[in-house]
């Protein structure tokens, strides 16, 4: 009798946890689709230090998936897996990286999405996941915003 206890209050448990799992994995499937698609940036702070206005019109990121590409004047700056957490206050995104200055190598970081605007921080490789969307001297993080420059094809998703 005591197994069919344990055994329906795991079930119950299960049953339970299930719904709230399915609406989050629904969340990260939204902003997942929301992240699709050519980006540019139009502005960003390195380590503190405002990044080149000459720097911002060759700088794109491209996801696919949840693959990104990203580039400065067709250079790779890194090629990354992204897992996000929609749920989260900030929203977190994370680059593990598997091509790049930073290959095999994780970087955490926080996003938040306004229609075709997108601003991000991420910490250098190794350090702590940034709280806000700024960028002080010496902070090692890399605060961005980022414009949509074309739709997400249909073939474009995995």
Same mark, same amino acid.
């Given at each position: 009798? +005591?197994?069919?206890?344990? #055994?329906?209050?795991?079930?119950?448990? /299960?049953?339970?946890?299930?719904?709230?799992?399915? !609406?989050?994995?629904?969340?990260? +499937? +939204?902003?997942?689709?929301?992240?699709?698609?050519?980006? #540019?940036?139009?502005?960003?702070? !390195?380590?503190?230090?405002?990044?080149?206005?000459?720097?911002?019109?060759?700088? +794109?990121?491209?996801?696919?998936?949840?693959?990104?590409?990203?580039?400065?004047?067709?250079?790779? /700056?890194?090629?990354?897996?992204?897992t996000?957490?929609p749920?989260?206050?900030?929203?977190?995104?994370?680059?593990?990286? &598997?091509?790049?200055?930073?290959?095999?190598?994780?970087?955490?970081?926080?996003?938040?999405?306004?229609?075709?605007?997108?601003?991000?921080? &991420?910490?250098?490789?190794?350090?702590e996941?940034?709280?806000? &969307?700024?960028?002080?001297?010496?902070?090692?993080?890399?605060?961005?915003?980022?414009?949509?420059?074309?739709? !997400?094809?249909?073939?474009?998703?995995?």
């Open positions: 009798m +005591k197994t069919t206890r344990n #055994a329906l209050l795991i079930g119950l448990a /299960v049953a339970a946890f299930l719904p709230a799992r399915a !609406a989050d994995n629904q969340v990260v +499937k +939204k902003d997942m689709d929301l992240l699709q698609g050519e980006w #540019a940036m139009v502005s960003g702070m !390195a380590d503190g230090y405002p990044i080149p206005a000459e720097m911002l019109p060759n700088s +794109k990121r491209v996801c696919q998936g949840d693959d990104l590409t990203a580039t400065v004047g067709g250079n790779l /700056v890194m090629k990354a897996k992204i996000i957490d749920t989260k206050k900030p929203k977190t995104i994370d680059y593990q990286v &598997f091509d790049g200055p930073t290959k095999g190598q994780k970087h955490l970081g926080i996003y938040e999405l306004d229609g075709d605007t997108m601003r991000s921080c &991420f910490g250098a490789p190794g350090a996941r940034p709280t806000n &969307f700024t960028s002080k001297p010496g902070d090692k993080l890399t605060a961005t915003v980022w414009k949509r420059t074309k739709e !997400a094809s249909p073939t474009d998703k995995k």
